[in-house]
């Protein structure tokens, strides 16, 4: 087969192309590189530059290159900016995956992976999140992927495309230094900035009702997610109409605090961080289940914080080397 992922110049793109590459999976990247990196798709890889909402261009990507199966991970995802700009946001996310859904239809394309996210759980109250716990997102972000999944499932429905739905829970890591999240938008990354800026790492909220006040979320290594996409999209072949929905985690959860200990022990700065209010649609405590992926797929996280942590750095490090005389 031959797999279109839609932002594979992105971070957690770039680790999917990465996976399915040495997978011995043929791959094809489309990216309108608004944040993606060019130099992050291997040689050897098509790049096609071009946005999901422009029909024309999906189209002729999917016949030029004579696509078999879509991984679509192209998508804005900063919860905050949602709150904002939700109509950028249903534009990009939702209107963008209609076109392009429209186009892999008509195409013929027989299977769809789709990148969603554990925001479209909102703040359940429940110790571990299932895939069957209610959906109340508390975002535009989390609303968009939401809505995304019911245009994946309902399309698959109605012309039997096999299609999975993968929420992910917190990112982080990086396989290589050359593929480190260059965004500062993840707790990770926001921390190794002021950490390089002499300051204090900076926590949303320590009046949570967690154990030590600040959100609890589950990080999985990039490195593991990107394998269960590879076993998402090997699942969906030859499986007309399947329908796959499932959590990406590792069923562990960590606070704010605690990881902000984590990095300061793993970069071997002692940094006390600084408490500011609560951000907009921040919930609590979000921690998966993972046990359907590991019984329909066979997929179990193998990676944990501090190997997340300890990539990411060298990541870091790689583009700041100042950050290592912080």
Known sequence: MTWLITGGAGYIGAHVVRAMTEAGEHTVVYDDLSTGIAERVPDGVPLVVGSTLDAERVARALTDHAITGVVHLAAKKQVGESVDLPLHYYRENVEGLRVLLEQVTAAGVPSFVFSSSAAVYGMPDVELVTEETPCVPM?????????????????????????????????????????????????????????????????????????????????????????????????????????????????????????IDHINAVTGHHRAPSIHPRRPGDPARVVASADRITTELGWKAKLDVQDMITSAWEGWVRLHPEAARA
Do not use: Q
């Open 139 to 259: 975002s535009p972000y989390g609303e968009t992927k939401l809505a995304g999944e019911w245009l994946v499932r309902a399309t698959g429905r109605a012309t039997g495309l096999a299609t999975a739905s993968l929420r992910y829970f917190n990112v982080a890591g990086a396989a290589t230094p050359a593929l480190a999240d260059t965004g500062v938008y993840n707790l990770v990354p926001m921390v190794f900035e002021k950490l390089t800026e002499h300051a204090p790492p900076r926590i949303f909220g320590d009046d949570y009702p967690t154990p030590d006040g600040t959100c609890v979320r589950d990080y999985i290594h990039v490195v593991d997610l990107a394998e269960a996409h590879v076993a998402a999209a090997r699942a969906l072949r030859s499986a007309p109409g399947r329908e796959l929905t499932l959590n990406i985690g590792r069923g562990e959860g960590v606070s704010v605090r605690e990881m």
